[in-house]
């Protein structure tokens, strides 16, 4: 169903492979990354969970893709990008991006593409998005892909939709 990698003019979205864990630990190890995090969910051991969730998502049938955020030029891994609990024409959508590329636009050009591909796809229709009440950049991001904020469901994070 999924053609990989999707691309973009200055990125590439791609399966994650067991050789990123170092990259994608050390893109969430950074004080700026963390700062809307639980300690524990920026460690190096609960990073590495989670890459071995994202390559056992690769299985069929496929219900989640978070996918590795890769610079073309020199394929740098910049963060990641996801779609999970695909079904019935909805998803939740989320995104992280390594705090030495931010202010660069490469969220938005990430983000977009991935919701296109569950569009075009995953024939989705609407996004579910969770935010950190604290994360400015992430409500920006999710205001210029045309998210709208709804009622906090459970106190601690923002809930967000966007319905195409």
Excluded: K
């Excluded at 893109?27 to 969970?49: H, K, N, Q, W």
């Excluded at 955020?69 to 989320?94: K, M, N, P, W, Y």
């Excluded at 593409?113 to 569009?119: D, E, I």
């Amino acid at each position: 169903m999924l053609t990989l990698p999707l691309r973009s003019p200055r990125l590439e979205l791609r399966e994650f492979h067991a050789e990123d864990l170092l990259a994608y630990q050390t893109l969430r190890g950074t004080p700026g990354f963390g700062r809307c995090y639980a300690p524990a969910e920026v460690s190096a051991a609960f990073s590495a969970m989670l890459l071995r969730r994202f390559i056992a998502q690769q299985d069929e049938p496929r219900r989640a893709w978070q996918l590795a955020i890769a610079r073309r030029g020199d394929g740098q891994l910049i963060g990641s990008v996801g779609l999970r609990e695909a079904c019935g024409g909805e998803a939740e959508f989320g995104i992280e991006l390594a705090e030495t590329v931010w202010g660069q636009g490469y969220a938005e050009e990430a983000a977009r593409l991935m919701l296109g591909f569950g569009r075009q796809r995953l024939a989705c229709s609407r996004f579910r998005a969770r935010c950190a009440p604290g994360n400015v950049a992430m409500l920006m991001l999710a205001m210029r892909l045309g998210f709208e904020m709804q009622p906090l469901r459970d106190g601690s994070r923002l809930d967000l939709l966007l319905a195409a």
